[in-house]
Each structure stands twice: as C-alpha cells, then as structure tokens.
C-alpha cells in the first residue's frame, strides 16, 4: 500500500473521496429524477462524517509523530548520560583534574543540545515524592525533613517533552520509629538469657 512521506497511508483517504464522489453524484442523479432519496442522503451523511473523523485521527498522528519523533533516540542516550555521571562520582583526581573537566564539559554541553529537542532531568531530590514521576525504591528514616520527601536520587529521571521519557528511582523519607513509653509500674522486657537467671538466683534467696 503506498504511503506518504510521514508513513501515513494514502489509498485509504483516496478511496473514502471516491465513495464521496460517488455517493455524491447518485445524490445528484436521484435530485433530478424523483427529488431525491432519503436513503442515498444518509449513506453520504454517514460517509462524510467518516471521511472527517479519518481526516482529524490522520492530522492528529502526524502531529504525534512530529512532536515526538526522537522518543526512541533519546531514550537510547540516556545511558550515556548516566555512564557520564557515573564516572564523576567515581573519578579519582577530583575536580581539579583535566580529564574529570573535560567529561564534565561534555556531559553539560550533551545536556544543553538535548535539552533544544525537549529532553529535560526531573529535579526530584529535596520535594515531596509525586507518584507519577519518580519511582519509590526505599524509605529512609530522616529527621531533618518531613515525611513524603525524596530523600536521595538513586537514578536520574528524564522528561520528554511532556511525557515522562524515564522515572527517577529515589529513597522517600519517614519519621524516625521512636520506642514506645513504659507504662508506670511495668518493667522492661529481659531479654538476655544471663539476666534472667540472674534474677531467679535472687528470688531464691530471699
């Protein structure tokens, strides 16, 4: 089937305006004859609505496919830039070394050009955890935060354009498990094998 330049099928649209054509022209035809059929005025009715709604999903598609025609290609990079972050983290001459600029310069301007096409980071670390963007892998107790916070960023999230291309992986926070109040006259569990006996020898003796 032959398609046009954006992949989109075209025998389709032409076949839809020669049944338009058609149903047209018996329109004509049965207007002159015996001032028209109720039958034949529904069919092009129907047909023209179908031929509209066809043309609508087609422009809507081709819109899809040009706003988001590099998903694939920018989902593909994305392991580069994470391989770049990673060997920040771990170089060993610190910042101060020519080569750790230079990979930092790199990855930067990689950012900077990809960013041009719509490929932006998910800031999530330091916000409170929205469940649609980044992936909750851990909870970590924190007491300098309130609780649904992205404590820690395991693993870069990206958007593109407005979708979410890949989630961040994160740690949220929690409250610290405080130890639950002793209750006035009740001892506290023992625990220990030795300090059990211990207090039997005492009872012994008294």
Do not use: C, W
């Not at 954006?6 to 149903?23: Q, R």
């Not at 329109?27 to 066809?54: C, H, M, P, T, V």
């Not at 392991?79 to 101060?96: F, I």
């Not at 926070?173 to 639950?180: G, N, Y």
Request: no cysteine; net charge negative.
């Amino acid at each position: 089937m032959e398609e046009d330049k954006n992949g989109f099928e075209i025998d389709e649209e032409e076949n839809m305006e020669e049944a338009l054509k058609e149903v047209s022209e018996q329109l004509d035809s049965s207007g002159r004859e015996d001032g028209g059929a109720q039958e034949i005025q529904d069919k092009y009715l129907r047909l023209y609505a179908d031929f509209e709604n066809y043309r609508k999903r087609v422009n809507r598609d081709k819109e899809e496919l040009v706003r988001y025609g590099n998903e694939s290609l920018m989902y593909e990079i994305l392991p580069v830039l994470d391989s770049l972050e990673l060997a920040l983290r771990h170089a060993p001459g610190g910042s101060q070394d020519g080569l750790v600029q230079g990979v930092e310069m790199t990855l930067k301007e990689l950012l900077r050009t990809l960013e041009k096409f719509g490929l932006t980071r998910i800031e999530a670390a330091g916000r409170p955890f929205d469940p649609s963007r980044p992936h909750a892998m851990v909870q970590v107790e924190r007491d300098d935060m309130e609780e649904k916070m992205v404590a820690e960023e395991m693993r870069p999230g990206y958007l593109y354009r407005d979708k979410v291309l890949r989630p961040s992986l994160v740690s949220v926070s929690v409250r610290p498990q405080k130890d639950a109040p002793q209750e006035p006259g009740l001892s506290a569990p023992v625990d220990d094998e030795h300090e059990i006996k211990i207090n039997r020898i005492h009872e012994e003796e008294e």
